[in-house]
């Protein structure tokens, strides 16, 4: 079945320790974000990529980086994580287009900081 | 800027009953459309339901429905014959119908949803 995959499912890490987030999917979408989920709130969009376009959201601290190497993978790297940036990482992704395109998401990352 | 608001954390259903998800939200803009999605426990959030503004009839999918009143900036969900399988995070979206190539969603909080056996 087509899908968006996320590994890994959960990750713990150090105070300031880099960490790599990984999304692959095989619906062919070019689009593909990445939503920052914490506890009691709503998902936030931290960025996304039409194509090889890299869309950073204004409010995105530099902390956050991505790659896009191809149209199947994106990543998410956490240069220093802090105690703040444990949540639930998710990715979507869709096809470009005007209209009520629906987002398929992936079942998430959830990061804690150590 | 647009918001979305979901005013109720946690609800309870019992199985079997109807259970109503409020949402509401704050655009000035006239064209755009609005979704709930639900993500259950530890699994992916899928669609549930999507309405475009400029339908005035309520979008339904077999047990789901909504009730779009567009002047009010509110946007419902009702779960009919509610089962065991609903108990989920319901999260209500806003996509603005300008937003150029790419789909940006503007989500709620979500609302817990609980259905007693």
Request: with cysteine.
């Amino acid at each position: 079945d087509a899908m968006v995959i996320q590994n890994p499912r959960y990750q713990v890490t150090q105070f300031g320790k880099p960490v790599t987030l990984s999304c692959s999917q095989t619906l062919n979408h070019n689009v593909m974000y990445w939503y920052q989920q914490k506890s009691s709130q709503a998902p936030k969009l931290l960025f996304h990529y039409y194509d090889k376009d890299f869309n950073n959201e204004a409010d995105t601290p530099d902390n956050f980086q991505s790659r896009r190497p191809n149209t199947s993978f994106c990543f998410l790297d956490i240069r220093s994580p802090g105690l703040g940036d444990a949540a639930m990482y998710l990715c979507a992704t869709s096809r470009a287009g005007s209209g009520a395109n629906v987002l398929t998401f992936g079942a998430g990352s959830r990061l804690t900081v150590l | 800027a647009q918001t979305v608001t979901q005013s109720q954390p946690e609800m309870s259903v019992q199985e079997a009953e109807t259970v109503t998800l409020s949402c509401t939200y704050d655009t000035s803009e006239s064209d755009y459309y609005l979704f709930w999605y639900k993500q259950p426990p530890s699994r992916q959030m899928i669609l549930v339901i999507r309405q475009e503004a400029y339908k005035q009839q309520n979008a339904t999918e077999n047990r789901f429905s909504v009730n779009f009143q567009k002047a009010a900036k509110s946007f419902s969900l009702k779960i009919s014959d509610s089962q065991l399988g609903d108990a989920a995070m319901y999260f209500c979206a806003y996509r603005s119908a300008t937003g150029g190539a790419t789909n940006k969603l503007i989500f709620g909080t979500g609302t817990l949803l609980a259905v007693q056996p």
